[in-house]
């Protein structure tokens, strides 16, 4: 049997979908249980005599992967090969800007681009939403404002995914499935509603899919979360946000990680203003779990 390289377009438990280099779309089983493919892996895979299903035998290298730690401590990789990552945050569920945060961190230490999508702009929003998402406009993030209920500003989306491989990541109910449909102006993804006993959104999609854009580009529509932290080691943790890594240049120390150290000129820069407070806690609250799961690994 021939092998031929392949895209893994979605991910079903141990079963996974191909785009071959003909432009098929073929299922396929893993060969044994070290290869662990995700959306965005370019695989190698044959097809199986008398069978309509191909063999993954093993995945090439990544460029890059989105990650998680799992209920064990072990790493789980979400996604790879990604360009770009949009961030989707809405009035309901209310925003937990800290998973932003986690997000854009991950997004920094993967080399892929990153941006926030506030949906549901039809419903009304906290007072400090404005504040938030300046604030990461200040910082060199691009922000966009939609509706995927009325199509409002759903073309400047569209723009941002044009090119290459994007993930829309969030928490559960923000709305990114309808979304994905708007762009696909179809219904091929499921949808689903906020729950009303917990306001929290139900997951929407069990398994990752990629997803051809008609204006170009390809994205990925992730599982919603309710918490999301970026497997990485403290010491990444500053890499992953640019205005602190900036500002850290210019500390006292080398080694100095922002907290009571001497002469940090990160905390000079948050007591003049010119760092977000919000962002600074942020920082620290990822800061102190990182090096907690750390020393449970050990």
């Known amino acids: 049997m021939t092998a031929e390289t392949a895209l893994v377009v979605a991910t079903y438990s141990r079963r996974m979908r191909l785009l071959l280099p003909d432009g098929r779309r073929v299922d396929a089983r893993i060969k044994g249980k ?15 005599a008398d069978e309509p299903d191909w063999l993954i035998t093993s995945v090439r290298e990544r460029r890059n992967q989105l990650t998680r730690p799992n209920l064990r401590g072990k790493v789980e990789v979400l996604a790879a090969n990604i360009d770009r990552l949009l961030v989707m945050a809405a009035p309901a569920p209310a925003p937990d800007w800290s998973i932003v945060d986690r997000y854009l961190c991950a997004a920094e230490l993967i080399d892929a681009s990153a941006a926030i999508v506030f949906n549901k702009i039809d419903l009304p929003a906290n007072e400090c939403v404005d504040d938030v998402l300046e604030d990461y406009t200040r910082i060199g993030y691009l922000t966009v404002r939609c509706s ?6 759903i073309d400047a ?11 829309i990541v969030g928490q559960s109910g923000v709305g990114k499935s309808s979304l994905i449909n708007g762009l696909l102006q179809d219904d091929r993804q499921r949808v ?8 929290e959104g139900r997951h929407t999609t069990v398994n990752s899919a990629m997803l051809e854009l008609p204006d170009g580009g390809a994205v990925i529509d992730s599982p919603g979360v309710r918490d999301y932290a970026p497997a990485l080691q403290p010491r990444e943790v500053v890499v992953g946000y640019r205005e602190i890594a900036t500002a850290g240049l210019d500390c006292r120390f080398a080694n100095c990680r922002h907290l009571r150290e001497p002469g940090c000129a990160v905390k000079g820069a948050v007591e003049k203003g010119a760092i977000s407070t919000r962002r600074y806690d942020s920082y620290r609250h990822l800061l102190a779990l990182t090096s907690k799961l750390t020393d449970a690994q050990y």
């Open 192 to 199: 689903a509603a906020i729950s009303d006993k917990r306001g």
């Open 34 to 48: 070290r290869i662990q493919p995700v959306c965005g892996d370019r695989v190698e895979a044959e097809p199986i």
């Open 148 to 153: 995927a209920k009325t199509g409002r500003n």
């Open 157 to 167: 989306v569209a723009e941002l995914l044009r090119d290459g491989i994007s993930i």
